[in-house]
């Protein structure tokens, strides 16, 4: 499988930040075997499609419903119009500071693929749940009450995101990562069939140009998920680089 690198700028970025953006098209430009997917804030969708044409860029979050009363909120045909041709949903930071359920995020999934955008799912467990051992049951849960029925298979990827690692500099050693990627591979199987086996099923939290080749390299890691190294280019650059490296051993 190719490798899949998503940058997930969070709140970050005004338009002069842009001029890093260009840099990591550049990076991505160099490494063909890889797919890279820019989610800068909403705001900057538009901006950024222009000034890096080839880039697939990506949204944060979208909701599901198609139009309606929801001040602040963006449907994902808005996001698609603004240049957006992927999404992610159900990053923890939603479920956690904004009460996202499995439903809602399952909701929102549908409407992204409703919407045509290649849509990224985020499960992970937290601190708690790591340190009792109820990690993967957590990750089950979210799996089979945030994943879609019979999506479109080659328009879906499912981001681990343990949130105990995320902005933490903490990572899962590569076993423990490993089997729990294996996990995920089998938990989807049982929700979508054999056809789970062409999902990308991506590592997220605490992902530096140091430590992303040897989790690229964890069976199962399909790719990564970034947040703060995805902020730069000379950051970002290496992690595609080091993914690019895996792709054409393949
Ligand atoms: P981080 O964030 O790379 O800054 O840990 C990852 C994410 O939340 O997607």
């Not at 999404?87 to 999934?109: M, N």
Request: hydrophobic fraction near 50%; include cysteine; proline fraction near 5%.
């Amino acid at each position: 499988m190719r490798k899949l690198i998503i940058a997930n700028w969070k709140m970050n970025g005004l338009r002069a930040h842009l001029t890093e953006l260009c840099g990591i098209a550049d990076a991505a430009a160099a490494h063909p075997l890889v797919d890279v997917i820019v989610c800068p804030p909403a705001t900057l969708i538009a901006a950024a499609v222009t000034s890096a044409p080839r880039l697939m860029i990506g949204a944060q979050d979208c909701h599901a419903a198609v139009t309606g009363a929801f001040t602040g909120d963006l449907a994902a045909a808005m996001l698609a119009e603004a240049g957006a041709r992927a999404v992610i949903v159900g990053h923890s930071e939603r479920r956690a500071g904004h009460g996202e359920t499995d439903a809602d995020v399952r909701g929102k999934a549908e409407a992204a693929l409703a919407a045509g955008l290649f849509t990224i799912i985020c499960v992970g467990e937290d601190a708690q749940a790591h340190d009792t051992g109820a990690a993967f049951s957590t990750i089950e849960a979210q799996l089979a009450g945030s994943v879609p029925r019979a999506p479109r298979i080659d328009q879906i990827a499912i981001a681990y995101e343990p949130r105990w690692a995320i902005g933490s500099g903490r990572t899962p050693t590569t076993t423990d990562l490993g089997r729990i990627h294996a996990e995920i591979r089998a938990a989807l199987t049982i929700i979508l069939g054999p056809d789970a086996a062409q999902v990308p099923i991506i590592y997220g939290g605490s992902i530096t140009a140091a430590n992303a080749d040897d989790i690229l390299r964890v069976p199962n890691v399909d790719g990564l998920l970034v947040g703060g190294a995805s902020l730069s280019a000379a950051d970002f650059g290496p992690i595609i680089a080091a993914a690019a490296g895996l792709s054409a051993a393949d």
